[in-house]
């Protein structure tokens, strides 16, 4: 069997030639990072938790029309996607305050804020993902005014879903990344959600004891970072309320 062609490895994930053209497959890893890649580790089972939470977010956001990547899971830590050009930032949606939002501006984490907040950072590790704003985006050519006015739109549809979802069971959307693409049809761009939707791109509090749920468990060593991300896929059906962490698979001799 030939070895399949990697394309792109980045921090959690892994993106491959798919089996059509147009397509990739996208592996999610057991990479854990934090501060820019300061801080590493692997923890078991963070990948196959990662592919299918992201899996019932994207096929829940297109069940209500947002546009995304994502065609279908093809196992436990792989998903086919639709090949798109990443637009190079990393678009922030903050509903309560928390991280750098908190230290830049003083304000104390988890003080709700008055309505969302959109930040923009430019995807660059190795100047650390600067903060930008609407100007340097547009002068220097990373996304036009339309396409701004559109991610901001998708953003706020994304945020409406998600902040229901977790509400329904009972956690707290803080913030959350996410990634855009561009594709091509009939020749007319039109961008649509690409990435990932997990516990690693967002802020996720439990509403009663206000327990965090998210790779801050991971930053902070504030617990078992698989725990927290197996009680997010449990509260959402994800996986049966019974299960146990998910781990590696073991040989058996």
């Given at each position: 069997?030939?070895r399949?062609?990697?394309?792109?490895?980045?921090?959690a994930?892994?993106?491959?030639?798919?089996?059509?053209p147009?397509?990739l497959?996208?592996?999610?890893?057991?990479?854990a990072?934090?501060f820019?890649?300061?801080?590493?580790?692997?923890?078991d089972?963070?990948?196959?938790?990662?592919?299918r939470?992201?899996?019932?977010?994207?096929?829940?956001?297109?069940?209500?029309?947002?546009?995304?990547h994502?065609?279908?899971?093809l196992n436990?830590?792989?998903?086919l996607?639709?090949?798109v050009?990443?637009?190079?930032?990393?678009?922030?949606?903050?509903?309560?305050?928390?991280g750098s939002?908190?230290?830049?501006l003083?304000?104390e984490?988890?003080t709700?804020?008055p309505?969302?907040i959109i930040?923009?950072?430019?995807?660059?590790?190795?100047?650390?993902?600067p903060?930008?704003?609407?100007?340097?985006?547009?002068?220097?050519?990373w996304?036009?005014?339309?396409?701004?006015?559109d991610?901001v739109?998708?953003?706020?549809?994304?945020?409406?879903?998600?902040?229901?979802?977790?509400?329904?069971?009972?956690i707290?959307?803080?913030?959350?990344k996410?990634?855009?693409?561009?594709?091509w049809?009939?020749?007319?761009p039109?961008?649509?959600?690409?990435?990932e939707?997990?516990?690693?791109?967002c802020?996720?509090?439990d509403?009663?004891?206000?327990?965090k749920?998210d790779?801050?468990?991971?930053?902070?060593?504030?617990?078992?970072?698989?725990?927290?991300?197996?009680?997010?896929?449990?509260?959402?059906?994800?996986?049966?309320?019974?299960?146990a962490?998910?781990?590696?698979?073991?040989?058996?001799?």
């Open positions: 069997m030939a399949r062609k990697k394309v792109y490895e980045g921090k994930k892994i993106l491959y030639e798919g089996p059509e147009g397509t497959v996208q592996y999610f890893k057991d990479d990072t934090a820019n890649a300061e801080k590493k580790a692997t923890i089972g963070k990948g196959v938790l990662n592919n939470l992201s899996e019932f977010f994207m096929n829940g956001l297109a069940s209500v029309g947002v546009p995304t994502f065609i279908r899971r436990m830590r792989e998903q996607i639709r090949s050009e990443i637009i190079p930032l990393e678009i922030i949606v903050r509903n309560v305050a928390a939002l908190s230290k830049r003083g304000i984490e988890g709700p804020l309505r969302p930040e923009f950072c430019y995807k660059d590790d190795k100047l650390g993902d903060l930008v704003a609407e100007e340097h985006i547009i002068a220097f050519g996304a036009s005014q339309q396409d701004l006015d991610i739109a998708l953003a706020l549809r994304v945020n409406d879903f998600l902040s229901g979802c977790m509400l329904a069971v009972g707290k959307l803080i913030d959350f996410i990634e855009v693409g561009r594709i049809e009939n020749d007319f039109r961008l649509i959600l690409a990435d939707i997990s516990p690693d791109s802020r996720l509090w509403i009663e004891t206000g327990k749920l790779k801050d468990v991971f930053r902070h060593d504030l617990g078992d970072l698989a725990d927290a991300y197996t009680e997010v896929a449990r509260r959402l059906g994800v996986l049966p309320a019974n299960s962490p998910l781990t590696r698979p073991k040989l058996i001799n």
